[in-house]
């Protein structure tokens, strides 16, 4: 059985992209309220797994979420790309009549503002997690109330849902990080057969310094598929790189590493990993 963190509770985007990541296997889930908390779990038990999302194709990055990841010393052995859709749910005797507030985590109520424009009579109330609305409201029975999140929470809390898929834009994803203890990580994946590594690096402040770097993968044909730039509290306008890029030849990837590394500071392997589909 493996045992993986997640941000959240049952029922939540997490729990769900965890259990599709790990299909066929059973799961122990350790539920977190905060990303802190999860890299904490991990410190804690080194056979803990992390599920931690990084970006949506809507809100962008989850730049904290960077930042937590590089200082944790974790890596990165696979990745996962959940299409997020939402549902709005209440309790069973409850139906549209009777709604007045509705609850979730304020990225879940601004992907279906669409729908509570249609709404108006609902009031919305921001929430800390789109499944703990759900969990909420069924504990407390919050007569005229319902949660936005994933219609897998609905039978896990007694909810019944009123509508689904009522986020504004259909084609909205979330990229999740699989996350272990470098002395595991073979376990997860094999070296040989990866596809993609994310990487983080500083540069000197210097003109062209990024260019050069970028030319070096471009020589190597290395495909960069994202690139961002955090500031580096403390040192005024200089900069952490977070750069993911995807391969077919492992060799010849390691080479342009290796050709870059005297052009940066500071530079970091998170994780090297087969991309998700």
């Known amino acids: 059985m493996k045992k993986v963190a997640i941000q959240g509770i049952k029922g939540s985007f997490h729990d769900i992209a965890a259990h599709e990541y790990f299909q066929g296997e059973d799961i122990e889930l350790v539920c977190c309220s905060t990303f802190e908390a999860l890299f904490a779990e991990m410190k804690k038990d080194d056979a803990c797994l992390g599920m931690m999302a990084i970006e949506n194709t809507i809100a962008g990055s989850l730049l904290h979420n960077y930042e937590l990841l590089r200082e944790s010393g974790m890596t990165v052995a696979g990745e996962h790309k959940l299409h997020i859709e939402h549902s709005i749910m209440c309790l069973p005797e409850d139906d549209w009549e009777e709604i007045r507030e509705v609850n979730s985590h304020p990225v879940a109520l601004a992907q279906c503002r669409g729908f509570l424009e249609r709404h108006p009579g609902m009031k919305v109330v ?21 949660a936005i999140c994933h219609a897998g929470a609905a039978p896990l809390y007694g909810m019944k849902v009123l509508e689904n898929s009522i986020e504004d834009n259909k084609h909205n994803f979330t990229r999740f990080l699989v996350l272990c203890d470098p002395w595991s990580v073979d376990s997860l994946r094999d070296l040989h057969h990866t596809d993609k590594s994310s990487i983080v690096f500083a540069l000197p402040h210097a003109e062209g310094s990024l260019s050069q770097v970028l030319s070096i993968f471009s020589f190597y044909r290395i495909n960069l598929t994202k690139i961002q730039s955090l500031p580096i509290i403390g040192r005024e306008w200089q900069y952490l790189f977070y750069v993911d890029v995807c391969y077919d030849d492992y060799v010849r990837y390691r080479q342009s590493i290796d050709a870059v590394r005297p052009l940066t500071k500071e530079l970091k392997i998170l994780g090297e990993y087969r991309a998700a589909l």
């Open 126 to 146: 921001e929430a800390d997690d789109t499944a703990g609305s759900a969990e909420m409201i069924s504990r407390n029975s919050m007569r005229g109330h319902a």
